[in-house]
């Protein structure tokens, strides 16, 4: 591996290149968050500059796989949509109620538009704060959950 990767006393993460040059607070930036979340992650400066590539989180030792992940975690908040438990109405406004892989949840769809296709298979949903629920892949989500996304798409 081309880099040595550890936490500060403040938190952030510091990385050591092959060079034996430190890098202080670098964070880690998925390239594709949505389609290939374990690969492709750049670790970048606080001014944008990429200073390590990781190609697969697979590949990485344990300890600095879990620092990644750690920090990746805090930074990015995109619950995936398990089941959509029901809608308030099947015009929007309305109000869903979900599973998702961080437990259930009630949010607002403002409109339609707010259901954006990402790539074939995943859907991004907005609610009315803002937050994004990913739907990774709409058909192979339960028969219940595809009836209501039908009535939406």
Do not use: Y
Not at 9 to 20: H, P, W
Not at 125 to 134: E, K, R, S
């Amino acid at each position: 591996m081309a880099f040595q990767l550890t936490r500060n006393s403040f938190g952030k993460l510091l990385l050591t290149g092959a060079d034996g040059q430190v890098h202080e607070a670098v964070l880690p930036v998925r390239a594709f968050p949505i389609q290939a979340p374990s690969e492709g992650i750049s670790m970048v400066l606080p001014d944008g500059k990429e200073v390590a590539w990781i190609d697969a989180l697979a590949d990485l030792p344990d300890e600095i796989r879990q620092l990644v992940h750690d920090e990746l975690e805090g930074r990015e908040f995109m619950p995936e949509i398990l089941r959509i438990v029901g809608v308030t109405s099947f015009a929007t406004p309305c109000t869903w109620t979900v599973a998702t892989d961080r437990g259930h949840t009630e949010f607002l769809l403002k409109g339609e538009e707010d259901i954006r296709r990402i790539g074939a298979t995943s859907l991004l949903v907005a609610d009315n704060h803002g937050i994004h629920f990913l739907i990774r892949d709409m058909f192979t989500i339960d028969k219940h959950s595809r009836k209501i996304l039908d009535r939406f798409l």
